[in-house]
């Protein structure tokens, strides 16, 4: 289903590219729409877990595990620093249970782009990718459990 959304998507985006209706005044974003700060709102993991032995599982790890933050900021000129707890291990116990393990805080920096509907980060030996959807950017990562899907962040007012 998404792929024909998506091949629909560009045969409309193709066709309004194609127009000769005011070409001239499309815009690219600059960028300047995402500057500002960016709170962790969800880290998905494929199957539903219980990593804090509550007897409730979740899909989100922020559900289960309190450590888990990330903030970044998005600041004019490009720049971004970032503050996080991260996980650093997810392993299986039995059952739905895991136990899921978080890193130390970390801080990092680095420049910032977009690129055709995309945010990229920069920063050390990393680049992360994120998707717009709305008022939200999602980082895939698309591992099975015990990995991670998706972080989704959402920008604070």
Do not use: H
Not at 10 to 36: H, Q, R, W
Not at 88 to 104: E, F, H, K, P, Q
């Amino acid at each position: 289903m998404k792929k024909k959304l998506l091949v629909l998507l560009s045969i409309v985006a193709l066709f309004y590219a194609c127009s000769s209706d005011d070409d001239n005044n499309i815009t690219p974003p600059s960028g300047e729409e995402f500057i500002g700060t960016w709170q962790l709102t969800a880290i998905t993991v494929s199957n539903a877990i219980d990593a804090n032995n509550d007897g409730n599982t979740s899909t989100n790890l922020l559900d289960e595990v309190t450590c888990l933050q990330e903030t970044f900021i998005l600041n004019e000129g490009f720049t971004w620093t970032s503050n996080a707890v991260n996980v650093r291990l997810i392993s299986a116990i039995t059952g739905n249970l895991y136990n899921v393990s978080c890193s130390d805080p970390q801080a990092t920096n680095g420049n910032w782009g977009v690129d055709n509907g995309r945010i990229f980060l920069v920063g050390g030996n990393d680049t992360r990718e994120f998707t717009v959807a709305g008022s939200e950017i999602i980082e895939t990562i698309g591992q099975n459990l015990p990995g991670i899907q998706s972080f989704t962040f959402q920008r604070q007012e």
